[in-house]
């Protein structure tokens, strides 16, 4: 059976959701990426939320384009990724200054993402020859939000309630149980309150997920992605394009 696996980082693991062509679905939490690859190694695509693809110098021109797509507010939660030797830096204060003489420096919170961009980085040197049957791309959610609302950003936050209820409703378009999953899965991984899996503040996470999952199950083989108009950057160390897939795609 072919399986589509979105994942995001939940507070303390890759949260995980991984859809059927015929509709079933799985939810699960897990403490590292490969761990999840032990138990979805079978997956036809894998989409996550993290940066995959590292350059030496310079921006990458998907999060530029990213950024740009979503404006405003919503262009925030895109953070220019550090180069791979900025990555590969102990501390923060190292990490920026192996970016001096650059035009963008290293952003506290893509700082935060470091051990998760190091993580995932060294699994698909560990299991390059594991792989072939399986696309591990990179996706956003808020740009697939923004694709599946017809090329319009999210108007909320996405850690209000408001802005749950805002990406449940786009997402449910597409996908008619986003409700029921999210429901279920707040009740198994969000309570009870005083021993929480992923805590209150994972609930957008399991949305980033579901949305991930869902593009991952209908891009198709040749996604849309960023960037969109120009040749991807490629990494040279994994010989693999620098992208952010999304889907639909946008006019």
């Known amino acids: 059976m072919s399986t589509y696996v979105g994942v995001d980082w939940a507070s303390s693991g890759w949260f995980a959701v991984a859809l059927s062509a015929d509709g079933d679905a799985e939810m699960g939490l897990y403490p590292s990426i490969f761990n999840l690859w032990y138990h979805h190694d079978d997956a036809d695509r894998i989409l996550v939320d993290i940066p995959i693809g590292l350059r030496s110098g310079g921006k990458r021109a998907c999060d530029v384009e990213a950024r740009r797509l979503l404006g405003g507010s919503r262009g925030s939660s895109v953070f220019y990724t550090p180069t791979r030797e900025a990555v590969a830096a102990e501390t923060i204060i190292e990490a920026k200054r192996a970016q001096e003489g650059l035009d963008f420096s290293v952003q506290n919170q893509a700082w935060a993402l470091v051990p998760r961009i190091r993580e995932v980085d060294e699994f698909l040197t560990m299991f390059a020859d594991d792989l072939a049957d399986t696309e591990v791309r990179e996706t956003h959610p808020e740009v697939c939000f923004t694709a599946l609302n017809g090329g319009e950003p999210m108007v909320h936050d996405k850690q209000t309630a408001a802005g749950r209820d805002e990406r449940l409703d786009v997402l449910s378009t597409a996908l008619p149980t986003a409700r029921r999953l999210y429901e279920e899965a707040v009740e198994t991984f969000t309570e009870p309150e005083w021993a929480p899996v992923i805590g209150k ?18 891009c198709g083989s040749s996604p849309p992605r960023l960037p969109a108009d120009t040749d991807p950057e490629v990494d040279a160390v994994h010989d693999r394009e620098i992208e952010i897939v999304h889907w639909p795609a946008l006019d």
């Open 201 to 218: 503040s994972g609930r957008d996470d399991i949305i980033d997920a579901l949305v991930a999952a869902l593009t991952a199950r209908e």
